[in-house]
């Protein structure tokens, strides 16, 4: 009976172990198709961004990266984790690490000089990036995947915001982003040129404070009608007369400025409205931040031949556009234009029939193949949102480059992009602080003292 027993017994524990087994290799074969991880952090910094995910998505074809770093160094831990995530959502994107000590010919062969580098590559084109952050990864993601690189051009002559500029009104931080994410940057002055070069995928025309000449505007409309994409941001301030630009395309400039006294209990002035609703388009298919509009205009859409008209962004219902400020406190009048009111239009023209997007254009990340438009025009009634001072509030920068991107025709780039890391601070008032302070340092020790006292007492009066 007891060998009868024991081999039960030991059949059993056996048929046991094998169930485990079975179970855990197929709970493994499951965490290597599904990856799956949950980010419980506040800005969800062990996650990634929209942006970077659709990048991922967006390859067409697969892309390595070598990865030379030292074996037991932080920034491999952290790459690891990075390229795994990247990993987990394209199974098109591989990596490996290698110890350019141990293999020094073939960092040699890379043009390897510092730990921390990492080599993409996508066929014959390779792209080096120096950091091992989600942003580096992004960017060289683009710029290897792309055949070719867009052309934006920022006017200038005429008070426009500087495009390398360094100072709070500068450009500079947009400018870096839009290089970053693999467009070419650069500036254009019409007064020299006369024409705006026929390489051009997008004209950003930002808050002129002096008007231009009739004959730089008459090659503005001679590059929008041949199928070119102009961003106009139209502060209220200056004395440029900025009609002449977007006559024609249904679009009007009044001399309002929009208040919104919700700005207000965010800690900032009743001029800079809050913008959060974004009418369904792509520029903000899922776009949710709010953006601020430091001293904005409204942008109001009338009737033209041909022309669409798109609601890019809009205030909230308690802004409205003052037509005149001169009272104090400032107040809506009958006169004043009433709230939601319109911060950002596209206007549209329909290209001509049968005309096509010429050949190469949609190589790359954001490949679309659509049919060739007449032109667009996208008018903003504030200049400053994406300069050096507001570009990292909340959405703005985001907002930026989401119009910059769709209006070069990069629309795999439109989205959420990804954050640097903040330290989290936990703001307290002076009765929340108190409450801390004797609640855990006084009245906590004190109750468990108590509670051990009493217990004592009691036991030994048992």
Sequence with gaps: MSLKRTLAYGT????LVAVLAAIL????????????RFDTTA??????????????????????????FEPDGKARQEATQLFEQARAVNRDFTFRFVDPDKHPREAQAHGITQYGTTVLKQGERTITISGHQEADLTSGLIRVSRKQRRQIRFTTGHGERPLHGSDRDGLDAAAGALEQQGFEVSELLLLQSGEVPAD???????????????EEVAA????????GNVILLADPDGDADLAPLVDGWGVVLPKELIIDPSSRMFGGDYTVPLVSQYPPHAITEGFNLACFFPVTRPVVEVEAAGVTHAVI?????????ETEIVHDPIRLDPADRKGPVEVILLSERAAAAGATEKEGEGDGVGETGATAHGGRLLVAGDADFPTNQWYQYSGNGDLFLNCVSWMGKEEGLVA??????????LALTPRQGEVLLFGFVVFLPLATFATAFGVWRWRRSL
């Design 200 to 214: 051009t995928d997008v004209v950003v025309i930002a808050g002129p404070r002096k008007p231009f000449l009739r």
């Design 25 to 36: 290799i197929f709970a493994n074969l499951l965490s290597v198709r599904h990856y799956q």
């Design 12 to 15: 059993t524990s056996a048929l």
């Design 43 to 68: 800005n969800r910094r062990f996650t990634l961004s929209p942006q970077t995910v659709k990048v991922l998505h967006g390859l067409t074809a697969p892309v390595e990266a070598l990865c030379f």
């Design 416 to 425: 959420i992009r990804s954050k640097e890391n903040q330290a989290q601070t």
């Design 313 to 321: 962004a809009k205030t909230g219902d308690q802004a409205w556009g």
């Design 220 to 227: 503005i409309h001679r590059y929008l009608d041949s199928g």
